[in-house]
């Protein structure tokens, strides 16, 4: 595994991605509104998560619930699947999508996958229960949930600091706390994954950017390439 090859494919039930070498320096992120888990079928790798950094080994899992911070560290290379689901629907049974299953060495253990999948995607609903029941501020958890669902829209900071009854600082503060990223770098990656699926509708680069709410699509790109490392077109071509 000389060099990262990363494949994406989406069913009606998750996001699956198959990372093949090195895993890539992802800049610090969350996942706005989906369970994620993680399963490495071969070496091992390291992923910090809310302060911590946790040594995930060959067959073992890790989670990511919504809106905790996280990235892969840097090591050796591994062969990692991880499957993203709606945190808001219902738990269903796990299927690999048919573009990845081909993608498998023959020495990895397909049922195994099914099994230790679901089983971390059921710990990571219960995480991410738990952090919803200790509540938000009602000022704060709308602001999150506007820049979540319409990150086109042109949303200025102080703007929603004054609706929550906030100071722009405090409310940067706050803002921070549940999402784990400041609220103009959290709009920044809810724009990019807003892009991933235009570009999976095979909307042009200058569509992908205006409807994603980007100032131009030199802005967009250099967005897009700085969250995932690679550009638009590249994710196209992986994707399935």
């Known amino acids: 595994m000389a060099q990262t090859d990363i494949i994406y494919a989406t069913d009606k039930t998750c996001e699956a991605i198959l990372l093949r070498g090195k895993p890539l320096p992802y800049p610090v992120h969350t996942h706005v509104s989906v369970l994620t888990a993680g399963l490495v079928l071969e070496g091992s790798l390291g992923l910090w998560r809310c302060g911590s950094t946790i040594p995930v080994g060959n067959g073992e899992t890790f989670t990511v619930a919504p809106h905790e ?11 990692l699947l991880t ?8 738990p269903a049974p796990f299927r690999l999508p048919d573009a990845l299953e081909s993608l ?17 995607l059921a710990a990571c609903r219960e995480r991410a229960a738990a952090t919803r029941r200790e509540g938000i ?19 200025r900071v102080r703007k929603l600091a004054a609706e929550a009854g906030l100071s722009v600082g405090e409310f940067i503060r706050r803002f921070r706390a549940c999402a784990g990223l400041p609220p103009h770098r959290f709009l ?19 569509e992908t ?4 709410g980007f100032f131009d699509q030199s802005h967009f790109i250099r967005c897009f390439r700085g969250l995932l490392l690679m ?10």
Do not use: M
Request: charged fraction near 25%.
């Open 69 to 79: 911070p996280h990235t892969l560290l840097a090591g050796g290379n591994v062969l």
């Open 83 to 90: 499957v993203c689901v709606d945190v808001n629907s219902p």
């Open 104 to 120: 498998l060495p023959a020495t990895v253990d397909r049922g195994g996958i099914l099994g230790k999948i679901p089983e971390a």
């Open 137 to 155: 501020a009602a000022g704060i958890c709308a602001a999150r949930e506007r820049l979540e669902r319409a990150p086109e829209e042109d949303w």
């Open 188 to 206: 920044v990656q809810n724009r990019v994954r807003l892009a991933k699926r235009l570009l999976r509708q095979n909307l042009s680069l200058t």
């Open 209 to 212: 950017a205006h409807s994603s």
């Open 231 to 240: 550009t638009p077109g590249e994710f196209r071509t992986r994707s399935r």
